[in-house]
């Protein structure tokens, strides 16, 4: 029997240390989505205590996919290959964002944010019809969508896996054949493992909603929750049923 993503939090929030096992995606989610849909039912109600996950150990993992060529490619998630240089090129993307975006709690400086979408979603909510201040009609798209990441608050030290510059990727080059480089990336993974940590000493983790409005030049109306974990990465893998470890980053 499933449980819902509500029963499962609570779950997670109040299972004795000794019986936590470690997160995986849909752990990891959970938490996530139910920071996205806390509705306080006034300006007095705190937001939920997540201090009890402080220290939960998480292992996420997700597909490598094929990125789309050329330079543009190697600032993102995937593999390319160069044919002229027999170079298999990995990269693991990083994204950045700020707390004060967030709306992060009085008293907590705005920090940066570097990490890792583990989870996506987007759903197409069909065709509306809008108008323009002028009363000119139009035909625009609806999508309403939520990104989840886990990533690090604490500034960039010396020996981080996560790079300095928010700019670069998680990224490596390995010389190998076209068939051998076939094989590698056949079922390869990203796999994301360290623990949870604190925002506040009750939060781990922030979300925001950001919306944008349709226009006859861009006909798309879109509601993205964000959400991130804050976490302390412990290593980042990317790994091959045929080849074993093609990248590996670690404290």
């Known amino acids: 029997m499933k449980m819902s993503v509500v029963a499962l939090t609570a779950a997670l929030m109040c299972a004795p240390a000794a019986a936590q096992d470690v997160l995986d995606n849909s752990g990891m989610a959970a938490i996530a989505q139910a920071s996205a ?9 705190p937001s ?11 292992r996420i993992t997700m597909p490598l996919k094929e990125g789309e060529g050329g330079p543009i490619a190697r600032a993102e998630s995937g593999w390319t290959y160069d044919m002229e240089s027999r170079a298999l ?14 709306g992060a709690p009085p008293g907590v400086p705005s920090r940066m944010f570097r990490g ?26 609806t999508y309403r969508g939520t990104l989840f990441a886990v990533g690090e608050l ?7 896996v996560l790079p300095a510059n928010s700019d670069e990727t ?28 604190p925002i506040t000493p009750t939060r ?40 074993g470890m093609l990248a590996d980053w670690y404290r």
Do not use: W
């Open 89 to 102: 090129h990995l990269a693991v993307p990083l994204r950045t964002y700020l707390t004060d975006e967030f």
């Open 204 to 243: 781990v983790s922030v979300c925001k909603e950001s919306a944008s409005e349709p226009t006859l030049t861009l006909p798309i109306s879109s509601l993205i929750k964000t959400c991130l974990i804050n976490v302390a990465v412990k290593r980042v893998t990317i790994e091959s049923p045929a080849a």
């Open 48 to 58: 939920p205590d997540e201090s009890r996950l402080v220290g939960r150990r998480f």
């Open 154 to 160: 604490t500034p960039p030290t010396a020996g981080d």
């Open 170 to 197: 998680l990224a490596v080059d390995r010389k190998m054949e076209p068939e051998e480089a076939r094989k590698a990336v056949t079922d390869a993974t990203v796999v994301i493992e360290g623990a949870i940590a």
């Open 37 to 45: 849909t806390f509705q306080p039912k006034d300006a007095f109600t």
């Open 116 to 141: 890792v979408v583990f989870h996506s979603e987007s759903n197409d909510l069909g065709d509306q019809i809008g108008q323009t201040a002028f009363g000119v009609e139009f035909k625009f798209s």
